[in-house]
C-alpha cells in the first residue's frame, strides 16, 4: 500500500535548553532556527512551504510512535525564513515543493545554550521509496485480527505513516537520509518494534529486511492452532501434534482429554514440546475422545483452550500367539497351554504372584499351534510331550500382529530342599505350610512339617524361587534364584523366617 503525501516531514532537529529558573527570559535570546531552501544547484528556491513540528520527549520507541506536534506551517517567498523565539524542545523542520514534488529534511543537531542559533540549507530532492513487510508472527491471530493488516509503520519523529495491508506489505516515500522505521500493532498483544539506519536514497526504492512483532509477556500466550489427533493402532496410542506459540515467556503447554461418556477417562497432560503420545492401551476400544491444548508463560498466564481435535481410541487390540514345538530339532506332537503371568513376577518384596490359566490346545505331527486372539501383557508358555517339556516365561505381547515362538522339549529335572520359619512358632507345630514357587510359573507346593519341599517335573532353566511363610504380617517373603538342569535334582535350604 503506497501512500505520497503532498507534503513530507521527516528527521528531526534537535534544540535542547534548560530553564533559567524563574526569572523572566528575554526572547531574543531564545533559540532560532534559520533556513534556506535550495535546489540541487544551490539557487533559492521561491515559495516553498516550511513546516516546523515539536517531537514527543523521550528516546524510545514509544516516542517513535508518536505524532509530532504542528508549531509552524509557513510559505517561504524567497527561499529564506527564520522560526525565532523557541520554547526549550525538539523539533523537526522539512520543506517541499509541491510544483516539482521536491522534498528536503533538516539535519539531527543538539543544542546546549538558549542563545545558539540554527542555520539549516533544505535541499529539494525527488522523493526515495520505502518498502517493506512486517507481520504478527507464527501465532495465532487475536480476534478479530483476519491477517496482518493494520500494523502502523511510521518514520520515527515524522508525520509520515502508513498501515499495512493484509499481507503485512507497506510501501512510503520520504526524503533523502538514514532513518529510523517503529512498527506497532494496535490490538495490544504484540510488542512494538524499532529498525534502524534504514538509508533512502532520492529517486531510489530501499527494501527493509521483512520483520516480525513479538508476543507481548504481558498478556496471555496466544492458543495454539492446527491440533491433530491421530490413533496408533499398533503403538496404542493417540498421537497429537500442534503449531508451536512463539512468547518469550513461554512455559508450557497444556494438553487436556475430554471421555464424554467416562469423566473417569478425563487426563491433564504438561507438554514442553509440539508433539505427545497419549497411551490408551487401558481404555476400551472405539471410545471417542476429544482433545485441547493451551499455552502457559512463565507467569501463569493461560491462553483460551484451542479448537478440539476429537478421534477415536483405536482397535481391536488384537494379538496371535503362533508357535513350534520340537523335539530332537524335529516337530513333534505335544500338550500346549497358555498361561497369564504377572507384570512383575516374584518381586523381593511382594506375595508370590500367581500365572493364570489362558487357553491349551493339542497340536499334531506338525508341531504347529496357534493361541489368540489376545490381548496384550506378558504370558507363559508350556509344552509337554513324550520325551519332556519346555517353558517359556515373559512372552511380551505387545504390538498388533503376530507373535512366532519355538519350544524345544528337553528332559525334565527336580528342584527339593527344606524352608524354615527359624526360632519362631506358633501357631504352628513346625515348618509345614510354607509356599515354595517358581515366579511366572504354574509351579508350586507347600513344605511339610519338617519344612521340607520338593517340586518335581521342572523344565531346564533359570528361576527365582519365591518363599512365603504364614501367618501373614509376621514374615517377609524371600527369594532365591537357581537353575534346573536336565534329568537331575537340585537341593537347597532356605531359612525365610524375616520378621516384618
Known sequence: MRQTPSFLILSSLLLSCDFLGTEKID??????????????????????????????????????????????????????????????????????????????????????????TADLSLILKAPGHVSGTVTRGPNSLPSGITGNEKILVRLAGTEIFVFTDTAGRCSLDAPEGVYRLAFAAGDGHYLPRTSDSILVVSGRTTNVPPMDLEWSPFVDPPVPAGLIAAPDSDAFVIRLGWR??????????????????????????????????DSVLALPEGRALRY????????????????????????PFVWTLDGLVLDL??????????????????????????????????????GRFQFGPLNGGPYTVEAMGFNGKALRLGLGIHRRGVVAETLSLQATGELHGTASRGSVVAPYVGDEDIQVS?????????????????????????????????????????????????GSGNGLTRITARRK
Open 27 to 116: 526572547e531574543s535570546l531564545l533559540p532560532a532556527i534559520s533556513i534556506r531552501v535550495i535546489d540541487v544547484q544551490g539557487n533559492p528556491v521561491s515559495g516553498a512551504r516550511v513546516k516546523l513540528f515539536r517531537l514527543p520527549p523521550g528516546d524510545d520507541v514509544n516516542a517513535d510512535l508518536s505524532s509530532p506536534v504542528l508549531v509552524a506551517d509557513t510559505i517561504v517567498p524567497d527561499g529564506s525564513f527564520r522560526f525565532t523565539s523557541l520554547a526549550p524542545a525538539v523539533y523537526a523542520v522539512a520543506a517541499a515543493d509541491s510544483i516539482f514534488g521536491t522534498v528536503a529534511l533538516s539535519s539531527r543537531i543538539g543544542t546546549s545554550d538558549l542563545r545558539e
Open 244 to 277: 508451536p506459540v512463539k512468547v518469550s515467556n513461554f512455559a508450557h503447554y497444556e494438553l487436556t482429554r475430554s471421555d464424554t461418556l467416562n469423566a473417569g477417562n478425563n487426563r491433564t497432560f504438561a507438554v514442553s514440546d509440539t508433539v505427545f503420545s
Open 292 to 315: 485441547q491444548v493451551r499455552a502457559v508463560n512463565s507467569v501463569g498466564g493461560q491462553s483460551p483452550l484451542g479448537a478440539a481435535a476429537a478421534t477415536a481410541v483405536p482397535g
Open 329 to 366: 530339532g524335529a516337530p513333534t506332537a505335544a500338550f500346549v497351554r497358555l498361561l497369564a503371568a504377572p507384570a512383575a513376577p516374584g518381586s523381593p518384596d511382594s506375595f508370590p504372584l500367581s500365572v493364570l490359566p489362558t487357553d491349551s490346545l493339542n497340536c499334531g505331527g506338525d
Open 438 to 486: 517358581l515366579a511366572g510359573t504354574p509351579y508350586a507346593t507347600t513344605t511339610l512339617q519338617n519344612g521340607g519341599f520338593s517340586l518335581p517335573d521342572i523344565p531346564p532353566g533359570t528361576y527365582k524361587v519365591v518363599f512365603y511363610a504364614p501367618p501373614e504380617g509376621m514374615f517377609l517373603p524371600d527369594t532365591l534364584s537357581v537353575s534346573v538342569s536336565p
